[in-house]
Nanobody, 129 residues
C-alpha cells in the first residue's frame, strides 16, 4: 500500500508562480515512478511531469506544454516530489494530482497513466488572466 498526499496550489494571476508538494509513503520499491497529472472538467486527465526514480538517480519527463516553465525536485530519502510552476497561464488551471507507481522496470513505465495505482486527492490550481 502507498499513501499519496498533495499540498500547495491556490489562485494566482497569469505570469505568477505556485509550488505543489507531494509525499508518497508506504511500499515503494527500488525503481518506481512519481508523477503529477492534471484534469479540468470535461477533459481527460493529462500528464504534467513524471519522474523515474532508480538506484543512484532519477529522470524527469515533462509534457511539452510545461517544458521550460515547470520544474520538479525530489527528495529520495523522503519520497517527496515538489512541482515548481512558473510563468503560469490560464490554461494551467486544473485539479492537480500526484500519483505513484510503486515499481517500474524502466523509464517508459512511468509515462503511462494507467501504470499509476496510487493517487492523491488532488489540489486545485487556478490561474486568472
Amino acid at each position: 500500500q502507498v499513501q499519496v498526499v498533495e499540498s500547495g496550489g491556490g489562485s494566482v494571476q497569469a505570469g505568477g508562480s505556485l509550488r505543489l508538494s507531494c509525499v508518497a509513503s508506504g511500499s515503494l520499491y527500488s525503481r518506481y515512478c512519481l508523477g503529477w497529472f492534471r484534469q479540468t472538467p470535461g477533459k481527460e486527465r493529462e500528464r504534467v511531469v513524471t519522474l523515474y526514480i532508480y538506484h543512484g538517480g532519477s529522470a524527469p519527463y515533462y509534457a511539452d506544454s510545461v517544458k521550460g516553465r515547470f520544474t520538479v525536485s525530489q527528495d529520495n530519502g523522503k519520497n517527496t516530489l515538489d512541482l515548481q510552476m512558473n510563468n503560469l497561464k490560464p490554461d494551467d488551471s486544473a485539479m492537480y494530482y500526484c500519483a505513484a507507481n510503486p515499481w517500474s522496470a524502466s523509464w517508459d513505465g512511468c509515462l503511462r497513466e494507467s501504470a499509476y495505482t496510487y493517487w492523491g486527492q488532488g489540489t486545485q490550481v487556478t490561474v486568472s488572466s
